[in-house]
């Protein structure tokens, strides 16, 4: 049974940190992302990272605050939040594919697997 696994979600004032982590227990995917859904709108990509070679892809509304680690050898994709506003409170999801996607970018429904979603909270 294919897993994605997701930690470190919580609550956090504006202008706060947190690290999302997300384990693959069984697999080792070619490309993993992060993807978020507040309420009422669509889920939409927030970053992603291809195996191998590293190359990452973000959002405008996370670039430059937001970074994408992996670990290969733990099979462990993180997502450092830094600034974190108000408007980046949502439910976060691990998503990975055993396509190498490329070029890199974070379409919903190339992904095929996907963790249970961990809620992130930014009060002003």
């Known amino acids: 049974q294919v897993q994605l696994v997701e930690s470190g979600g919580g609550s956090v004032q504006a202008g706060g940190s947190l690290r999302l982590s997300c384990a693959a227990a069984?697999?080792?995917?070619?490309?993993m992302g992060w993807f978020r859904q507040a309420p009422g709108k669509e889920r939409a990509g927030v970053g992603a990272?291809?195996?191998?070679?590293?190359?990452?892809t973000y959002s405008d509304s996370v670039k430059g605050r937001f970074t994408i680690s992996r670990d290969n050898a733990k099979n462990t994709m993180y997502l450092h939040m830094n600034n974190l506003k108000p408007e980046d409170t949502a439910v976060y999801y691990c998503?990975?594919?055993?396509?190498?996607?490329?070029?890199?970018?974070?379409?919903?429904?190339?992904?095929?697997?996907w963790g249970q979603g961990t809620q992130v909270t930014v009060s002003s």
């Open positions: 990272v291809n195996r191998g070679s590293g190359t990452t």
């Open positions: 998503a990975a594919t055993d396509l190498y996607l490329t070029p890199l970018e974070m379409v919903v429904s190339d992904f095929k697997y």
């Open positions: 069984t697999y080792a995917y070619w490309t």
